[in-house]
C-alpha cells in the first residue's frame, strides 16, 4: 500500500503517519487513537480500525486476534443535544 | 527479574510523568514509573483538560499561575515534536446568586493582587463574549482571558519524552501489586513485571491511589466518584470560551479540533470505580447545555466516557509526605482540578522529595490536616 493512502478518513491519517506512531512505541489502537485522532471522528473507528490493527502485528509481531481492539464509546450513532434533550426514544442502555 | 531504581513513581499520568520529569531534571537518576496501561489512560485521558487561574484562596491561585506560566511554553521547555494544542480562549464562570457574585469578586480581588487579570463582567458584557448565552438563571459573571485547555493526551505525552530523554524508565501495562515494607521503611515494590528493589515510592495513581496506600497500611480520607463528559461531531468555531458553573456543576467548551466538550458533575454518581457511560447524564446534560446554549441543540454527540475524581473532604489535593512510612509520597486527591495543577505537582513534589524549601507554600496540604480539623477553605470547585 502506498505510504500516502488514508487510514483513517474521519481525521485524515495516511499510514504513514500510522506506522510512525507505532515505531513511536504506541502498540496499541488505544494509544495511537489518543495520538492521532484514529477512530475518534463519526465513523467511530469502524473503517480504521482493522488496518490499524494489522499495521500494529505486521510492525510488532503480535498475532491480530491477540491484538486489543480497544475501548468502545456510546452512543453508536451520533445523536442531537436537541434530540436527547427532548427525551426522544434511544435505543441505548447506560 | 528484578530491578533497581532510586526511586518509584506509581502511575502515568500528568502527575507521575511531571514529578519524573522535574525529579530527572534535578538530577535524580534510577527513576521508574509504573503504569498498569498506557500514558494517560486514568483521569488525565478521560479529563476535560481545562486550566483556570480563577481560584479562591491564594495557594491555588499560585499553584495555578505557576502551571498555567508553564504551559505557555511548554512546547519549548519541554521540547516536544508534537503540539500540546494550549489555546487561551478564557473562562467565564457564571454566578447564579447574589451570594456567588459576592465570592466571585472577593475572588477577583485576590486574583488581582496576585497578578491575575480576572475581572466581574455583567451579563450583557458575558454575551459579548459567548452571544449565544442565555442568561437566564444567572446574575453576573467573572472571567479571565488567559485561562484555556490543552490535549491532555500530549500535554502528558510532553513530560514523558522529555523525562526519557533525561533517563527516566516508563514501564507501560505494568501493575505494581504489593510494597513491601520493613518497619517503617519500604524495600521494594512487586509488579506484575517482576520486582523493583527501591526505598521511595510515589503514589500517584489518581482514582487508585487508596489501594497502593493500602500497600503500606495506610488508608487515605479519599473515595472516586464517576465523572461523565462528552464531545459533539466538530463544528466551525462558534464558542471561543469556557463556559463553567459551580452552583450549575458544568463546563462547556469548545476544543480546536472543533469538536464541543462538556460534562456535569451529579449526586447520584456511583463510588465503587464504576466508569462506564450512562444514559441519564446525556439527558442532563443536554437538556443543561440546550437550555444554556440553545444553538447547540443541533450539535451531534459522537462520544461520551467518563473518569473518576479522586476525592478528599475539602476537595484539595494532598501533596507530601507522610509520617508512618518514609520515603512514601502522596501526590493524590486532585478531587477534579488535577490536570490544570499537573506542572506545578510536578515541579513543587519534586522539590519536597529532594529535600528543598517549596516554591509556593503547600505545607497546609498535608495529610494531616483532616484529623486536625485544620481543612484547606477553597469557594471555587465544581
Ligand atoms: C470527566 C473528567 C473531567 C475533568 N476535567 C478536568 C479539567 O477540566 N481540568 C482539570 O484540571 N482536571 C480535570 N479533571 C481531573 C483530572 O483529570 C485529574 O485530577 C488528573 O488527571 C489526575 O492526574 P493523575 O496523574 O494524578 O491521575 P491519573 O491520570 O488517574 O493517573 C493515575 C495512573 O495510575 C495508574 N495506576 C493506578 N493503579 C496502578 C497500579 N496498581 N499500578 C500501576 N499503575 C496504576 C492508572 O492506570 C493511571 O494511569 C477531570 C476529571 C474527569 C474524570
Redesign the interface.
Known sequence: MDPKTIICRCSDITLEEVRQAISDG?T?F??IK??L?TG???C?GRTCMPLILREISVMTGIPQEDLNPGRK???VN?????A??E?ED?D??? | MTMKADIVIIGGGISGAAIAYNLAKKGMKNIVVVEKR????GAT?ACGAGIRQQWGTEMNCKIAKMSCEFFENANEILGYE?DIEFKQGGYLLLASNEKEEEQFKRNIALQNRLGIASKALSLEEAKEIVPMLNTEGFVSAAYHHKDGHLNP??TT?AFVKAAEKLGVTFMKYTEVTGIDVNGDEIIGVQTTKGYIETSRVVNAAGGQSQDIARMVGLELPIYSERHQILV??PVDPILSTMVMSFTGNFYCQQVP?GGIVMGRGDAGEPRDGNI?????F??EM??T??KLLPP??????????AGLYNITPDRQPILGPVKEIKGFYLAVGFSGHGFMFGPATGILMSEIIMGEPTSIDISSLNLYRFDRGEMVFEPSVV
Open positions: 504506541y496499541t488505544d494509544e489518543r495520538v485522532r475518534m471522528g463519526s467511530q464509546r456510546p452512543p451520533a445523536v442531537s443535544l436537541g436527547i434533550a427525551g434511544h441505548y442502555e447506560s | 498506557f500514558i494517560a489512560s485521558g508534537g493526551f500530549h505525552l459533539t461531531e479540533h462506564n457511560s450512562g444514559w441519564h446525556l439527558e443536554a437538556r447545555i440546550t447547540l441543540k443541533k450539535a451531534m454527540v459522537i462520544r461520551q466516557w
